[in-house]
């Protein structure tokens, strides 16, 4: 049962242009949600997050958007560059008697063409 | 301040064996999550460690195991390996477990099972 999913798999861009990355989720306990990004033989990481309290969070040009009643999140990318193309995991966090644990969702991949 | 370690990068085994991985985690975090990921079904959860102790676990089968020592360092054991654990391994260290804003992934451990 996938609680993240993040259901398209690929993306591709014009530089300079938005770029929109979508995630669903499925259990209203997770708390947090977090992006990251991969890059080819190096590990995730941290993008940008959001409480589930809020309903938007921006830095620079990454801005995550949370609806909570659609249990469904966006990062907005503006405006896109190269080094932007990546692999973008989406994440949820649980915290379970103290500690936490993050459910992933499948990753999508971005491309941003110059 | 040197990031996450990870050893080896590449693995390679046949079906049977048994493998261990290591982790070697930022300077001063006490906390080590293994994530298992795969083209399929994305980063998994498998476990995370916190001052030698396991304090979370995911839905892996007991073939899947790992210790902390009391320096951090991490370690991850798959035994009678098959070929479904074809994967990237990832640890991840932070402070004090907490993934919001100081989790750091290392590059991963590519483990191929023939």
């Known amino acids: 049962d996938q609680q993240v999913k993040q259901n398209s798999p690929s993306l591709s861009v014009q530089e300079g242009r938005i770029s929109i990355l979508n995630c669903d989720y499925t259990?209203?306990?997770?708390?947090?949600f977090l992006w990251y990004k991969k890059y080819p033989a190096e590990g995730p990481t941290f993008l940008i997050s959001i409480s589930s309290i809020k309903d938007k969070n921006e830095d620079g040009r990454f801005t995550v958007f949370l609806n909570k009643s659609a249990k469904h999140l966006s990062l907005h990318i503006v405006p896109s560059q190269p080094g932007d193309s990546a692999v973008y995991f989406c994440a949820a966090r649980l915290l379970q008697g103290g500690s936490e644990k993050l459910v992933f969702g499948k990753g999508m991949k971005l491309t941003v063409n110059p | 301040k040197a990031g996450v370690t990870q050893t080896p990068r590449y693995l390679i085994k046949t079906r049977g064996q048994q493998v261990t991985l290591s982790c070697s985690p930022i300077s001063g975090h006490r906390s080590v999550s293994w994530y298992q990921q795969t083209p399929g079904q994305g980063l998994q959860f498998l476990f995370e460690y916190f001052s030698e102790t396991q304090r979370n676990k995911g839905n892996f089968p007991g073939r899947f195991s790992g210790r902390q020592f009391s320096n951090s360092r991490s370690e991850m054991n798959v035994s009678t390996l098959e070929l479904g654990d074809s994967a990237l391994y990832l640890c991840a260290s932070s402070l004090l477990g907490r993934a919001v804003n100081e989790q750091f992934f290392g590059p991963g451990t590519r483990l191929t099972v023939l």
């Open positions: 259990n209203s306990m997770f708390d947090y």
